[in-house]
Each structure stands twice: as structure tokens, then as C-alpha cells.
């Protein structure tokens, strides 16, 4: 996933870490700033409420999973 993009699109949308881990059903912050840092894995389940929050098409959270994991398996394709 592409967290700087996630995190750039929740900034410009006016969102603190705060209020989306609040949203999002987390306890306090932390828990939104590892999904949002890519310290645990996007779920279909969070990725649509993400969404949903931030008024943005779905596919612009899973645009940045599908390539970042294409370009990895590439790479590692390439080093073999």
C-alpha cells in the first residue's frame, strides 16, 4: 500500500490519525498509525471504511496495494 498517499489523502481531506483511528473503531491512535505506516496488513474490511470517511473510491486505496505488490513480486523475479 502506499501510506505516504493514504496519509497525503487524510491530511487533505482535514482528518487527524486521532479521529480516523476513533472512526475506525481503534482505542487511540496507534492503532490507526500502523495501518496507515504499513505495520499491519490492509483488510477489504478497513480499506472500505477508509473509504467511506474519506469519500474517496476504494480503488484508490487497493490502485496503491496492487501495484506496490506487482512491483515486489517483480523485483523479486528479477533477483532470481
Do not use: C, P
Not at 498509525?33 to 490492509?42: F, K, P, S, T
Not at 474519506?54 to 506496490?68: G, H, Q, T
Request: hydrophobic residues 35%; aromatic residues 8%.
Amino acid at each position: 500500500m502506499n501510506q505516504q498517499r493514504l496519509k497525503e489523502i487524510r491530511k487533505a481531506k482535514g482528518f487527524t490519525q486521532e479521529q480516523m483511528a476513533k472512526m475506525l473503531g481503534y482505542k487511540d491512535r496507534s492503532g490507526y498509525w500502523y495501518l496507515e505506516n504499513g505495520r499491519v496488513a490492509m483488510t477489504l474490511e478497513k480499506a472500505v471504511k477508509i473509504s467511506e470517511i474519506l469519500n474517496i473510491d476504494i480503488k484508490e486505496i487497493f490502485s496503491a496495494l496492487y501495484v506496490e505488490q506487482n512491483s515486489t513480486i517483480e523485483t523479486a523475479k528479477e533477483g532470481s
